[in-house]
């Protein structure tokens, strides 16, 4: 079947611009999230939500950062008045749901790769 | 804060050798999961360990949850070259967000035929 997909899977912004990044998450899959994978860095917890509530936001770097899934399904990263330093690859997961004993497995989307000028 | 460290930063090893990488973290984890990424790729999930002391093994992978769960370790015996990427352990820690998974930065696996 169908995995993440996200798109675009590149984008260029000159810095000042708002951006917005898009998440198809595997369907039927309750939780979604969102992480920030710098170049050589593990994947750096960004928000998740749970079918349309977004439960944890706390690892957004500052309020320019927002993210919405308002029907439970797709999901959408924005960025407003983009930075240098906001450069880095955005990586969406999926997963059915949560177990008693913590998370199922995240099923993970190509990313999109975001270099701000 | 909560941190998860991951060692070696980068691993070379001749194909057929073996291969481990250690994650440690400040706190106790509830359960901590392991993923693959890649050159140019996504991760990928390879396992999760919920209980102390926990040994699972996929093939030639070995998966261990320390008895104090706060380390883990995945070794590789007898490397091939599809196991090259990048291997990342990452933790949740008790009373924390369920949906946040702390992630080590990772060791690079570089496999030489």
């Known amino acids: 079947g169908a995995g993440v997909s996200q798109s675009p899977r590149y984008k260029v912004a000159k810095r000042g611009q708002d951006v917005a990044l898009r998440c198809d998450p595997i369907?039927?899959?309750?939780?979604l999230f969102w992480y920030q994978q710098a170049l050589g860095q593990g994947p750096e917890f960004l928000t998740y939500?749970?079918?349309?509530?977004?439960?944890?936001k706390s690892g957004l770097p500052s309020d320019r950062f927002f993210a919405e899934r308002p029907e439970g399904s797709v999901s959408t990263l924005k960025i407003q008045r983009t930075q240098q330093e906001d450069s880095a690859v955005y990586l969406c997961?999926?997963?059915?749901?949560?177990?008693?004993?913590?998370?199922?497995?995240?099923?993970f989307g190509p990313g999109t790769r975001l270099t701000v000028t | 804060g909560q941190q998860v460290m991951q060692i070696p930063q980068y691993q070379h090893v001749q194909e057929g050798e073996d291969f481990t990488t250690y994650c440690n973290s400040s706190?106790?984890?509830?359960?901590i999961q392991w993923y693959k990424q890649r050159p140019g790729g996504h991760p990928v999930f390879l396992i999760q360990?919920?209980?102390?002391?926990e040994v699972k093994k996929q093939k030639r992978l070995t998966f261990q949850f320390g008895e104090a769960k706060k380390n883990s370790s995945l070794h590789i015996t007898a490397t091939q070259t599809t196991d090259v990427g990048t291997y990342f352990c990452?933790?949740?820690?008790?009373?924390?967000?369920?949906?946040?998974?702390?992630f080590g930065k990772g060791t690079k696996l570089s496999v030489k035929p």
């Open positions: 360990l919920v209980k102390s002391g």
């Open positions: 997961a999926s997963s059915l749901t949560f177990s008693t004993s913590g998370i199922y497995e995240q099923y």
């Open positions: 706190t106790t984890l509830s359960n």
């Open positions: 990452a933790g949740q820690r008790y009373g924390g967000s369920q949906g946040n998974l702390i």
């Open positions: 369907s039927g899959h309750v939780s």
């Open positions: 939500f749970q079918n349309e509530a977004q439960l944890d």
